[in-house]
């Protein structure tokens, strides 16, 4: 299958300049700030984002060089298939976070709630809406019980 | 800012092979089941995603050949810029969707409530894990109250 090819829409402003320290989750840092910067030629896409007190936003791990099948999640201590981990070494690069909106003024969005690099392509921003989640009972696998960890380490430490 | 090239992992085998007729969100769709073929240099990363009752999927809308920054929501009937909607014609393509997982069998996982075209490219998966997605008060803007709408039409509908 051919390669796809992506173009970046913004570029994310934020306090992690290196890949070291960054938050693991954008749930364990709710009191950081950071700013996207949409491209201009993208702005008439955010007319009526302000009303949404949360977005999705999809972004380029821009800092990771490697890939690894079998991430090692360092506060569980056993390795897992990278699909079942929120590893960032993982095939393509793909980020995902759901970050809090606390303003737009002109093609600068300002969020809370980040665990992105500085200086990463963003791809796209999407509403969140929880409706649209499943409600239905939910088995968490070998995440269960273990979100102190992840939310209270940060990438780097071992 | 260079394009950015992936690679998929996989594909989707779905019963939509053309884009009319497509549910709008996965969230309309628990019924309708699906492939996804992990490809086979990948299948490693799999491992233990089995524990997991949804996960989050990663595709390339590849039937999408147009981008409008404004969508018009035919539900809706008025227009709004395409990052405060969940309009396919978007820049990128990119559809994230959360789906049940009911099976895996080798390099074949069997997911439930599908959203997705026939022959989607897919580009990551990842666990579904509730507690990280925000528990304060959520804000939905325009689409406030209008879930019935999102959810009981389908592509292609004016």
Redesign the interface.
């Known amino acids: ?1 051919d ?7 913004g ?1 994310l402003h934020t306090p992690f300049a290196v890949r070291e320290g960054i938050p693991r ?3 364990a840092a709710r009191q950081i700030s950071a700013t996207i910067e949409i491209f201009p030629e ?1 702005t ?13 936003i ?1 972004f ?1 791990m821009h800092l990771i060089e490697t890939e690894n ?2 991430a090692h999640p360092p506060w569980d201590g056993k ?8 590893s960032p070494f ?3 690069h ?1 980020g ?1 976070s ?1 970050v ?1 909106l606390a303003k737009i003024e002109g093609t600068r969005l300002s969020i809370r ?1 980040v665990d992105m690099a500085d200086g990463s ?1 963003v ?12 409600r ?9 019980g273990k ?1 102190s960890g ?2 209270d380490s940060k990438t780097g430490e071992r």
Chains 1, 2 share one sequence.
């Open positions: 299958m390669a796809i090819k992506l173009r970046p829409i570029v989750q954008a749930a993208y008439a896409g955010l007319a009526d984002l302000e009303g949404f007190s949360h977005i999705v999809l380029y099948l079998i390795p897992h298939g990278v699909f079942s981990t929120c993982r095939p393509n793909i995902v759901v809090e709630g392509p791809l796209d921003i999407k509403p969140y809406f929880p409706d649209l989640y499943p239905e009972e939910i088995k968490t696998g070998w995440m269960t979100i992840m939310t």
